[in-house]
């Protein structure tokens, strides 16, 4: 079926205004492909809000269908760098300006949010007491750690529920954790670095294969709850609010990875 626009609508404008404020980008250091922000503008108007993961092809068409006119995502159009706007970057230009569709993107301003964040998100839902901000870079700590004993099978799976997916754990550190630190996304290539801050156990999204004995040698469990899955609760959670505040219908465009 096709959606129609909703007959509300808002000034672009006052929506990215509100999203920078929010986000505090101008403050948040990112790598440089993230162009945090409105990264495609349209005509001037929003009616219906999106949220995705990845501003890929498969996601902007599904946004395209849906009417969507701005869409909100955790990873924006320019990851790969400066490149000719031919191929998969023209076909997803094309889509977005045929939409009329306006994409805004934030990325480590997202994940470190104490509100609105992937990182405090899932530790609220986990039931960590007390969090503290773990996992410095660029110039901010974007995860959090909390004493959180539990046993780490229990803590596998009821990361599984929340992600809704498969959860890898390497057993490398205590059969019950003690100290728990959470970076979304990518960040298992770092495991030294959450050690040396501290935790007994790493959750992350993924990492490279080395991560395994890295983990082993270091004694440190680490938990693979998927890159993807642990990237939606930013987006949704923001998505939520905006249609809160302005009345406007929002969706999530779902695009799983399985990574």
Request: proline letters at 5%; charged letters at 20%; a positive charge.
């Amino acid at each position: 079926m096709t959606m129609q626009k909703s007959g509300h609508s808002l000034p672009l404008a006052k929506v990215v205004a509100e999203l920078e404020k929010l986000l505090n980008h101008a403050a948040v250091s990112d790598w440089p492909q993230a162009l945090n922000g409105l990264q495609v503008e349209n005509s001037g108007r929003i009616h219906r809000i999106g949220a995705a993961v990845d501003a890929c092809e498969a996601t902007l068409a599904q946004a395209a269908a849906r009417k969507i006119d701005f869409l909100l995502v955790h990873h924006g159009l320019f990851w790969s760098g400066l490149q000719p706007v031919a191929g998969p970057a023209y076909r997803k230009l094309k889509l977005a300006i045929d939409a009329d569709m306006a994409i805004f993107s934030s990325h480590l301003p997202l994940d470190c949010h104490s509100k609105f964040g992937n990182n405090a998100l899932l530790a609220k839902a986990l039931g960590f007491r007390k969090p503290e901000p773990f996992f410095f870079e660029k110039g901010s700590f974007i995860g959090l750690k909390s004493r959180f004993a539990m046993d780490r099978g229990v803590l596998q799976k009821k990361l599984a529920a929340l992600v809704g997916g498969p959860v890898k754990l390497i057993e490398g550190g205590p059969e019950r954790t003690q100290t728990v630190g959470i970076a979304s996304g990518g960040a298992g290539g770092d495991l030294s670095r959450a050690a040396a801050e501290g935790v007994d156990t790493f959750i992350t999204g993924e990492g490279p294969h080395w991560a395994y004995t890295a983990a082993e040698e270091l004694g440190v469990n680490l938990i693979f709850a998927g890159h993807y899955a642990t990237e939606t609760f930013g987006v949704k959670a923001l998505a939520a609010h905006l249609s809160r505040k302005y009345r406007l219908p929002w969706e999530f465009i779902d695009h799983p990875t399985g990574l």
